[in-house]
């Protein structure tokens, strides 16, 4: 199944105050394997770059100045995205700016019945835990050394690894190819069998041992079950 990991910067937390889209970075995924397909685009927010937001991202108003504006690149968003699924951490935050974006010039806004939020598989798989992103990739081992401040493509890779694991993992150990099989011998030691200390007890009583006496008499001199009779020195011809 066809997924796409998404993720965005921004200036701010509130798209309803001025806050805009400064970034936006998504990976294609296919059962949960990255395809190597990926959407990137840094954005104009027409407006100035609050310190608290650029220490997070380190996108300054300078370098953004020369950037499209998201008008010019909904339409390869938009063919990106498809009708796919959306993989999103947090994903009120995100889609609330994707479709602040998008009211702006008169486009439908993304349902969140599309939207799968990893935030809340964290909080159902790790109920009491801290689930960032961050605190994700540590407890899944994930390495983050290139992370050193947000980025919406690398958090877009970051997560679609982190989303694999919260769907119980890839299996990249299960082996598809024929295994070399080896011959091994064992050395069995065979013992003679050992005598019971008393013999078992006969299964029938009187009565039933003469009923069957009594049967096997009846089949004549001839009989093969005359061979197997108690007392026979003979064995049945092969």
Same mark, same amino acid.
């Given at each position: 199944?066809?997924?796409?990991?998404?993720?965005?910067?921004?200036?701010?937390?509130?798209?309803?105050?001025?806050?805009?889209?400064?970034?936006?970075?998504?990976?294609?995924? /296919?059962?949960?394997?990255?395809?190597?397909?990926? /959407?990137?685009? *840094?954005?104009?927010?027409?407006?100035?770059?609050?310190?608290?937001?650029?220490?997070?991202?380190?996108?300054?108003?300078?370098?953004?100045?020369?950037?499209?504006?998201?008008?010019?690149?909904?339409?390869?968003?938009?063919?990106?995205?498809?009708?796919?699924?959306?993989?999103?951490?947090?994903?009120?935050?995100?889609?609330?700016?994707?479709?602040?974006?998008?009211?702006?010039?008169?486009?439908?806004?993304?349902?969140?019945?599309?939207?799968?939020?990893?935030?809340?598989?964290?909080?159902?798989?790790?109920?009491?835990?801290?689930?960032?992103?961050?605190?994700?990739?540590?407890? *899944?081992?994930?390495?983050?050394?290139?992370?050193?401040?947000?980025?919406?493509?690398?958090?877009?890779?970051?997560?679609?690894?982190? /989303?694999?694991?919260?769907?119980?993992?890839?299996?990249?150990?299960?082996?598809?190819?024929?295994?070399?099989?080896?011959?091994?011998?064992?050395?069995?030691?065979?013992?003679?069998?050992?005598?019971?200390?008393?013999?078992?007890?006969?299964?029938?009583?009187? !009565?039933?041992?003469?009923?069957?006496? !009594?049967?096997?008499?009846?089949?004549?001199?001839?009989?093969?079950?005359?061979? *197997?009779?108690?007392?026979?020195?003979?064995?049945? !011809?092969?």
């Amino acid at each position: 199944m066809r997924e796409i990991v998404l993720d965005t910067e921004t200036t701010g937390l509130n798209p309803l105050t001025g806050d805009r889209l400064v970034e936006i970075g998504c990976v294609e995924i /296919y059962n949960r394997i990255p395809t190597g397909q990926v /959407y990137h685009v *840094y954005l104009n927010p027409q407006r100035d770059m609050p310190i608290e937001a650029f220490n997070v991202h380190g996108l300054s108003a300078e370098f953004l100045s020369d950037k499209p504006l998201f008008a010019q690149v909904v339409e390869e968003f938009l063919a990106f995205i498809e009708d796919s699924p959306l993989v999103i951490h947090n994903a009120a935050f995100d889609i609330g700016f994707i479709n602040a974006e998008l009211a702006k010039i008169g486009r439908p806004p993304i349902t969140f019945d599309r939207v799968i939020d990893t935030l809340s598989l964290a909080r159902r798989r790790h109920p009491g835990a801290s689930n960032r992103l961050d605190d994700l990739m540590s407890r *899944y081992g994930i390495d983050g050394s290139r992370r050193t401040k947000h980025g919406a493509l690398l958090d877009s890779e970051l997560l679609a690894d982190v /989303y694999a694991e919260l769907c119980g993992g890839r299996q990249t150990a299960l082996g598809l190819t024929v295994a070399e099989t080896r011959e091994e011998t064992t050395d069995f030691v065979i013992g003679a069998p050992r005598e019971r200390p008393r013999p078992l007890p006969a299964r029938l009583d009187p !009565a039933e041992a003469a009923a069957h006496a !009594a049967f096997v008499a009846s089949l004549g001199d001839g009989a093969i079950w005359k061979d *197997y009779a108690a007392g026979s020195d003979s064995a049945p !011809a092969a």
